[in-house]
Structure formats: C-alpha cells, structure tokens
Nanobody, 127 residues
Framework: QVQLVESVGGLVQAGDSLRLSCEAS????????MAWFRQRPGKEREFVAA????????YLGDSTKGRFSISRDGAGNTVYLQMNILKPEDTAVYYC????????????????????WGQGTQVTVSS
C-alpha cells in the first residue's frame, strides 16, 4: 500500500509563488510516474503535471504550462509542484498521484492511470 501526503497549500496573493510537495511512503516510487492534478471549484479534476520515474522528463497540462513545473527528489519518493505567477483561477484542491505501472508518461493526463492518490491540499489565490 502507498500513502501520499501533500504539504499544506494555503492562501496566497495573485502573482505569488508557492511550492507544494507530496511525500510517498509504503514503497519506493523511483520507477513510477508521479503527477499532480487539481480540482477547481465547480469543475472536474484536471491534469496539471507529471514526471517520469527517473525524474528527467516532465509533462505539463496546457492550463499551467509556462508557470508551473514539476520535479522529484533523488530518492524518487517526493514530488514537487512549483507554481509561479499564481492567478485566482489557480484556486483549487491539488492532488498528487502515482502510476505504479509506468516509468514514462503513458496517457498520464488520464485519472484512471493512477493507482494511489493523496487527500488533496487547498490552494487559494486572492486577487
């Protein structure tokens, strides 16, 4: 069993930066794709970013490309989401997830690919 725990998000102002982390426990995830999704108020959950097992290749969703980036630590069990130039429309609950079956992204924007999810962390961006 894998547990994923996201760091606390919080309230920030438009234009600020914020880094979320997600720490995995239960097994080593160095060979697994890890990803971030978010659910904005009144909307379906959407793909934000993913990173391959080795950490060298990242995949970004269209809505945040250019402002957000994803990385992971050397051990592979912590994944980060760096969010820059935050906008009020980035207000959402952010979730991390892991796809144990793939080292590289393979349909990684699809929720069904992921085996385990964190509980989510709220990020609120004020204007």
């Amino acid at each position: 069993q894998v547990q994923l725990v996201e760091s606390v998000g919080g309230l920030v102002q438009a234009g600020d930066s914020l880094r979320l982390s997600c720490e995995a426990s239960g097994r080593t995830l160095s060979s697994a794709v890890m990803a971030w999704f978010r659910q904005r108020p009144g909307k379906e959950r959407e793909f934000v970013a993913a990173i391959n097992g080795g950490g060298g290749i990242s995949y970004l969703g269209d809505s945040t490309k250019g402002r957000f980036s994803i990385s992971r630590d050397g051990a592979g069990n912590t994944v980060y989401l760096q969010m820059n130039i935050l906008k009020p429309e980035d207000t959402a609950v952010y979730y991390c997830a892991t796809d144990l079956d793939h080292y590289y992204c393979n349909g990684c924007s699809e929720e069904s690919r992921y085996d385990f999810w964190g509980q989510g962390t709220q990020v609120t961006v004020s204007s």
